[in-house]
């Protein structure tokens, strides 16, 4: 029994033996020194031999930290992170290469193979994910999430971009926002654009100062500057176009070079510009509008177009042409019923007067109203006015040569009054 006891306490002891000879770091990949540097990895820190000036710095990795000299307080952990600082401070990189080209930057944070690896003396960027800022060098205020955001940014700055390859081929553009997959993914100079959503902004270079908002929200756009989507597919086509608002799923859709529109709701046209349209035919079939009804205003009657355009009816003679009197043109207004009646929409069942637009069709075609598809539905009562005047005139002016028929017949008759007087005096 003595005997296996000590032949278990000897076994237990070289267990123990071995277990801290296979614990232990070789000498060659330790580099801690005196100034509170702690490097694990072969070169980590510039290797057991190295001069390093720098304090508090961690390394763990082959060649993680390798070229500090006087660079403090950095972390690093991965093959060749932040290999080439020389003085920058307080740095952090996990993952192979992150901030490999390092060397003055500071406050920097990447996280991912080969983030922020062409860093130079960019200072306070954030990186995470596969190739995050990978080729920025200079830029500073970045924030990159997600595999390839930000990837070809090498001077722009206050850029964030979260999302697998968002503001991808960026590279001098600045105070950018893309949120979503490939959103803002072509752009490269552009500034103060804000993208959120799948492929928003997609194919945006050098425009400024858009905002997309919904899966592939303007992401037609090239170097339209100032427009304002919101809505899956708004302003989808556009390339050039500027100063744009879209409002809804596919708003302003067809607009491509067009700018000062404002679609709501509406698909827009290809190159209009200046031109607001809301809602869409046979979709939206009503109208409602508060502030309108029993204010009262001066100024022109609003009148709309088979398209459903608004305006006013002008009067001045440069808006004209082939100008002409009516002549006898209003002759057959006598020839139109005047009717009462009451609208079959009114519940109160109001009566009014006017006429029956299919009448007005047989005698005056270019007096009814009718739809896009050529449909009768109204009468353009503001051309009876002129045409009533052009009648009273007429008739004045027949009732001035009565007047002055009566007085000749008058005067003639006094005549021939005298006439018979003298004759009955002789």
Do not use: W
Not at 362 to 369: F, M, R, T
Request: glycine share 12%.
């Amino acid at each position: 029994m003595k005997t296996l006891y000590q032949s278990l306490l000897l076994a237990i002891s070289a267990l123990a033996l071995a277990g801290t000879a296979l614990a232990q770091v070789p000498s060659s990949n330790d580099t801690s020194d005196a100034n509170a540097n702690t490097g694990m990895g072969t070169g980590a820190l510039g290797g057991p031999a190295a001069t390093n000036g720098g304090v508090d710095n961690t390394a763990s990795g082959f060649q993680a930290l390798h070229s500090n000299t006087n660079g403090c307080c950095n972390t690093a952990s991965g093959t060749s992170a932040l290999y080439s600082n020389t003085t920058g401070n307080d740095n952090t990189a996990f993952g192979a290469d992150a901030l490999l080209e390092n060397t003055t930057g500071y406050q920097n944070t990447a996280t991912g193979e080969i983030a922020l690896s062409a860093n130079t003396s960019g200072s306070l960027n954030t990186a995470a994910g596969y190739g995050a800022l990978a080729n920025n060098q200079t830029g500073d205020f970045n924030t990159a999430s997600g595999a390839s955001a930000l990837y070809a940014n090498t001077t722009g700055s206050n850029n964030t971009a979260a999302g697998f390859y968002a503001l991808y081929n960026n590279t001098t553009g600045a105070n950018n926002t893309a949120s979503g997959y490939e959103a803002l993914f072509s752009n490269t100079g552009g500034n103060y654009n804000n993208a959120s959503g799948y492929l928003a902004l997609h194919d945006n270079t050098t425009g400024s100062q858009n905002s997309a908002s919904g899966v592939q929200a303007l992401y037609g756009n090239h170097t339209g500057n100032y427009n304002t989507a919101s809505g899956t597919d708004a302003l989808y086509s556009n390339t050039g176009g500027s100063s744009n608002i879209a409002e809804g799923y596919k708003a302003g859709y067809n607009l491509t070079t067009g700018s000062n529109n404002i679609d709501i709701g509406n698909l827009g046209v290809a190159a209009e510009s200046g031109t607001i349209r809301i809602g869409t035919t046979s979709t939206q079939t009503k109208t409602f509008i508060a502030g309108i009804y029993g204010t009262s205003v001066t100024g022109s009657a609003v009148v709309v177009s088979s398209t459903g355009q608004l305006g006013v009816t002008v009067s001045s003679e440069r808006f004209k042409t082939a100008i002409a009197p009516m002549g006898s043109a209003t002759a057959k207004l006598g020839q139109l019923r005047p009717v009462s009646f009451k609208l079959k929409s009114d519940a109160k069942g109001t009566r009014q007067y006017g006429l029956i637009a299919e009448e007005v069709a047989k005698v005056y075609p270019e007096l009814v109203i009718r739809n896009e598809s050529g449909r009768i539905d109204g009468v353009r009562y503001d051309e009876l006015a002129p045409m009533l005047l052009n009648e009273v005139q007429q008739q004045a002016a027949e009732i001035h040569g009565l007047k002055q028929l009566v007085l000749e017949m008058h005067a003639g008759l006094l005549k021939l009054q005298a006439k018979d007087a003298l004759v009955t005096q002789r």
